[in-house]
């Protein structure tokens, strides 16, 4: 079992940039494929981007293609999701996830473990 805490949301206002931070405990976290969602009030949690184990592999949403940057660092057990020309549709809670596959999924579905979410406030 992972448990995750999300950290780095905020207010920031339109252009700006935040990086938010994941980190996992356990000692197996380079085995999860890990993922970003965000869920604004009343809209279904939505797939922001995913990391494979190695962190080789990553898939966008289309929303933050070209905007967001998901990483990892294992030795550290820590994701990170850089967002960059942050508008005010980003805003929303940002949580993290693991997956116990190596494959990738856009699927909140097909995520076991959830962090509990951080506010990321994009401001006019």
């Known amino acids: 079992q992972v448990q995750l805490v999300e950290s780095g949301g905020g207010l920031v206002q339109v252009g700006g940039s935040l990086r938010l931070s994941c980190a996992a405990s356990g000692r197996t976290f380079s085995t999860y494929t890990m993922g970003w969602f965000r869920q604004a009030p009343g809209k279904e949690r939505e797939f922001v981007a995913t990391i494979s184990g190695a962190g080789g592999t990553t898939y966008y949403g289309d929303s933050v293609k070209g905007r967001f940057t998901i990483s990892r660092d294992n030795a550290k057990n820590t994701m990170y999701l850089q967002m960059n020309s942050l508008k005010p549709e980003d805003t929303a809670v940002y949580y993290c996830?693991?997956?116990?596959?190596?494959?990738?999924?856009?699927?909140?579905?097909?995520?076991?473990?959830w962090g509990q979410g951080t506010q990321v406030t994009v401001s006019t």
């Open positions: 996830a693991a997956r116990t596959s190596y494959f990738s999924s856009a699927s909140k579905d097909r995520y076991d473990y």
